[in-house]
């Protein structure tokens, strides 16, 4: 129903902003990373989740809305409320605790511990979400899955993973041995040529 706000951002707390489009304000709630994005005041755009939820009981009905500072952070965060147990509060919680690749490529790399360590994450819990969105994070282009930034680690894995494929590769094996060569060298990430011959000699 509202895909995005363009507008004046006004106010800023722990966990939403306020912003105002012709007049009007919208509350909405945002992770600490797209907070972070966001600039302090003034002109904006944000992409938005809409939720409405119903108490069986009353009847009363509660609207809300999910801000996101890239179209790639509201994907995971909707791929992440498809697994059953991640409502729309523990969505945010998981992409206020960790940065979207690092989520998904948790994901992708099948590290439970790394989802177990966030608040509200219990074992079960993060082995059903590894198990759920592997695959499909797996199969999606390059381009609708990173990050939101073309930053320079983002572009070498893109380029390296694209090789690999070519070569007739899984995709999602590729991906988590890639991740993994990315994570031991994260102080010293290897060229192009040398990630693709160790991502080959691991796999």
Request: charged share 25%; net charge neutral; glycine share 10%.
């Amino acid at each position: 129903m509202i895909e995005s706000l363009r507008g004046e951002l006004i106010r800023r707390s722990p966990g939403h902003i306020v912003v105002e489009c012709h007049g009007v304000g919208y509350l909405v709630q945002v992770s600490e990373h797209t907070a972070e994005a966001l600039p302090p005041k003034g002109p904006c755009l944000v992409q938005v989740h809409y939720t409405v939820s119903v108490d069986v009981r009353s009847g009363q009905s509660e609207h809300r809305l999910y801000g996101f500072a890239t179209e790639a952070e509201r994907h995971l965060f909707r791929q992440l409320i498809d697994v059953q147990g991640v409502s729309s509060t523990l969505g945010l919680a998981i992409l206020s605790a960790r940065k979207p690749d690092e989520v998904r490529s948790a994901i992708l790399a099948g590290d439970v511990a790394l989802l177990k360590g966030i608040k509200g994450i219990g074992p079960k819990l993060a082995q059903r979400i590894v198990q759920e969105l592997g695959g499909r994070l797996g199969e999606e282009p390059l381009d609708a899955s990173a990050g939101g930034s073309a930053s320079g680690g983002n572009t070498l894995k893109s380029e390296a993973l694209s090789a690999l494929i070519s070569l007739g590769l899984d995709r999602v094996k590729a991906e988590r041995a890639l991740q993994a060569i990315l994570n031991e060298r994260k102080a010293e990430p290897p060229g192009l040529e040398e990630l693709i011959r160790l991502t080959l000699k691991n796999l």
